[in-house]
């Protein structure tokens, strides 16, 4: 009977691990930085635990964000020149693909002496499915969420404030992280150009020095700002959905607003180069172009009295 005992609890035991082999738990960020004192804006009803689990893709994602917080990770200290990126991961409104679109790029920022924030920003709310990494996104129409307890929120809404929050923040803590708060750029794939483009379009407190963009956004309604800050533009030419034809517009619109601007077309990738190996010099080109515009540069030394 003891054998059958133990028996039994380790099957009960190895199920258990096996059901929730799903369930990701990252290292650690070097600090952690609320957006807001309280609870943001808005999400006042919203009372779901945030999940990070690997999607049946593959791609490791971060769901039901209800607390926005900008991720630290310290530059290479050998490197360290001053400058950071805000990194705001794609996922569809519904995710944040935290690894692949967030820390996979940290990473590599953080190698070049940059500082690295990944912003985790709000999402729709997605019913889960116990013992699983299956979800259902809540409903929605024309921008507008139309069940559950975000019924009647527009999700574009509370991605751009907590973009726009981000920047805010972190200009405001820039000496905390040896940042200069004039080099803060911010860096959205796919549905993390709203809230990129979000602070472009804000006032000048709010707006980041320069933005890239990498198979996104979607297309702008407003007039490009006579000061808006540079902007880096990435997609793939086999992207189907908007990356390439969305990024051509907009480099056009900066082109013509006379702002600086740089775009790369990548013959494969697809949308938001999930695809392994497509894509893997895109933050390449990204810190050449920060080079050419000074942001690579360490800060000159005090001059001696």
Known sequence: MRFSCLALIFCCGAAAALAQSWVVHLPPPDRELPLYAGVAPGSEKWDWEERTVTRPDGHVATQNVVRPVLQYFAP????????????????????????HDGRRLAEQ???????????????????????SSMYYPEKRENGVITTGAQQGQKYADFESDDGRQAVRVLRAHAAEFKVDPKRIGFLGSSAGGIPVMAAVFAPAEVRPDFAALISGPYGID???????PPL????????????????LKLFNAWRAAKRPTEIHIFQVGGHGFLKP?????????????????????????PAAK
Not at 232 to 247: E, I, P, Q, T
Not at 285 to 300: F, V
């Open 76 to 99: 290479n200290p050998a490197k360290a020149n001053g400058t950071a990126v805000i990194i705001a991961p794609g996922g569809g409104h519904t995710n944040l693909v935290i690894v």
């Open 222 to 228: 407003q007039p490009v700002p006579a000061d808006a």
């Open 232 to 247: 880096f533009l990435a997609a793939a030419a086999s992207d189907d959905d908007w990356g390439a034809n969305d990024s």
């Open 277 to 301: 190996g497509a894509g893997d010099h895109v933050i390449d080109r990204l810190c050449d172009w920060m080079a050419d515009n000074g942001w690579m540069a360490k800060p000159a030394a």
């Open 109 to 131: 920022l953080q190698a070049k002496g940059i500082a690295a924030f990944i912003l985790k920003y709000r999402t729709i709310h997605v019913g889960v499915v116990a013992d």
